[in-house]
């Protein structure tokens, strides 16, 4: 395993992190959600993420006794809050209310004293910066969270919130995480460079295009998929152009030595502005495949223009069609 500092911290994360969204404490049962865990931890995996939303608090839930037999300072635990809980007008945003209480809940969910990174999981334009940058500072200053980010916040959000932080001379976030992977670049043109500049790391997910970037659809639509299950991106994005192009990202993959999901894994890892990225399990042996995507991060000039000739020319936007991490 490999790790990189979280941010400007001196934290150290691995660089491939456990995610829980769509998996823990739905999909998987506990006795699997414990394998994953432990398979995850005993490869390197120090970097464990989930939100309160996952599961209106079940993945949270799910989580805790899988990391119950693990030393708690071994680990690097970070969970998200703004979706709304319940019908409560308050339970939902980023109000310093809203955000105390949901950090008090998903402790209380996690079985844990503290959190490592407490997440804004959208930016809120009806609660001022302000106010979310001294609320985070509180709970660090009270030792409930060690650190906070973002997720899915645009450069200038970013920015607005470590200049409010520097006036408050408050802790800034360290992290954003937004959705990317070589079929979706968004954040290369302005949130990558803004948050260089200002210390902020990327904590990325649907590094696998929610399976596009796998060979699970080179032969059409599993009826156990997603895809199918509950139309999480469109059939008519699933072209024979777009899956040709998507053939021959696998082709390079192969010629690499590896799948077309460890060489998806590895291309995002290629950037070292990206701190680590989330992958999702459904089994041990799928686990074991993504880690293996560090025995090649290296890629060459060829190989980096040919997948992005065939990303550009596949004209896929999974994450528009897609629902919110």
Same mark, same amino acid.
């Given at each position: 395993?490999?790790?990189?500092?979280?941010?400007?911290?001196?934290?150290?994360?691995?660089?491939?992190?456990?995610?829980?969204?769509?998996?823990?404490?739905?999909?998987?049962?506990?006795?699997?959600?414990?394998?994953?865990?432990?398979?995850?931890?005993?490869?390197?995996?120090?970097?464990?993420?989930?939100?309160?939303?996952?599961?209106?608090?079940?993945?949270?839930?799910?989580?805790?006794?899988?990391?119950?037999?693990?030393?708690?300072?071994?680990?690097?635990?970070?969970?998200?809050?703004?979706?709304?809980?319940?019908?409560?007008?308050?339970?939902?945003?980023?109000?310093?209310?809203?955000?105390?209480?949901?950090?008090?809940?998903?402790?209380?969910?996690?079985?844990?004293?503290?959190?490592?990174?407490?997440?804004?999981?959208?930016?809120?334009?009806?609660?001022?910066?302000?106010?979310?940058?001294?609320?985070?500072?509180?709970?660090?200053?009270?030792?409930?969270?060690?650190?906070?980010?973002?997720?899915?916040?645009?450069?200038?959000?970013?920015?607005?919130?470590?200049?409010?932080?520097?006036?408050?001379?408050?802790?800034?976030?360290?992290?954003?995480?937004?959705?990317?992977?070589?079929?979706?670049?968004?954040?290369?043109?302005?949130?990558?460079?803004?948050?260089?500049?200002?210390?902020?790391?990327?904590?990325?997910?649907?590094?696998?295009?929610?399976?596009? %970037? !796998?060979?699970?659809? $080179? /032969?059409? +639509?599993? @009826?156990?998929?997603?895809? #199918? &299950? =509950?139309?999480?991106? *469109?059939?008519?994005? %699933? !072209?024979?152009?777009? $899956? /040709?192009? +998507?053939? @021959?990202?696998?082709?390079? #993959? &192969? =010629?690499?030595?590896? *799948?077309?999901?460890?060489?998806?894994?590895?291309?995002?890892?290629?950037?070292?502005?990206?701190?680590?990225?989330?992958?999702?399990?459904?089994?041990?042996?799928?686990?074991?495949?993504?880690?293996?995507?560090?025995?090649?991060?290296?890629?060459?000039?060829?190989?980096?223009?040919?997948?992005?000739?065939?990303?550009?020319?596949?004209?896929?936007?999974?994450?528009?069609?897609?629902?919110?991490?």
């Amino acid at each position: 395993m490999r790790y990189r500092r979280l941010g400007a911290s001196g934290c150290k994360v691995s660089v491939i992190s456990f995610g829980s969204w769509l998996t823990v404490g739905s999909s998987v049962d506990d006795k699997t959600t414990k394998s994953l865990v432990h398979a995850a931890f005993e490869r390197g995996v120090n970097f464990f993420d989930t939100a309160d939303i996952y599961g209106r608090g079940d993945a949270e839930t799910a989580l805790a006794p899988a990391l119950q037999a693990l030393r708690r300072a071994d680990l690097v635990l970070a969970t998200k809050c703004f979706w709304p809980m319940s019908d409560n007008a308050n339970d939902r945003g980023l109000s310093r209310k809203h955000v105390v209480e949901s950090v008090h809940a998903s402790l209380r969910r996690l079985k844990t004293d503290y959190l490592d990174l407490m997440q804004c999981h959208r930016f809120d334009p009806e609660t001022e910066v302000e106010e979310v940058v001294r609320a985070m500072e509180d709970l660090i200053r009270q030792g409930k969270i060690l650190h906070w980010g973002v997720s899915v916040w645009s450069g200038a959000q970013i920015a607005a919130a470590c200049r409010a932080a520097e006036t408050w001379r408050a802790y800034q976030p360290v992290t954003n995480q937004p959705p990317y992977n070589l079929l979706e670049r968004g954040i290369e043109a302005e949130v990558v460079p803004e948050c260089q500049k200002l210390g902020v790391g990327q904590i990325v997910f649907s590094p696998l295009a929610q399976g596009l %970037l !796998t060979t699970k659809y $080179l /032969d059409g +639509v599993p @009826a156990d998929s997603r895809a #199918a &299950q =509950d139309g999480s991106f *469109s059939r008519e994005m %699933l !072209t024979d152009d777009a $899956l /040709d192009h +998507v053939r @021959a990202l696998n082709g390079i #993959a &192969q =010629d690499r030595g590896q *799948s077309l999901a460890q060489m998806a894994l590895a291309w995002t890892l290629r950037d070292p502005r990206v701190t680590s990225t989330l992958i999702g399990a459904s089994s041990v042996r799928q686990l074991e495949e993504n880690v293996g995507a560090l025995d090649k991060l290296e890629f060459s000039d060829d190989e980096l223009a040919a997948i992005d000739r065939h990303a550009v020319e596949a004209g896929i936007n999974i994450w528009a069609q897609s629902s919110a991490h």
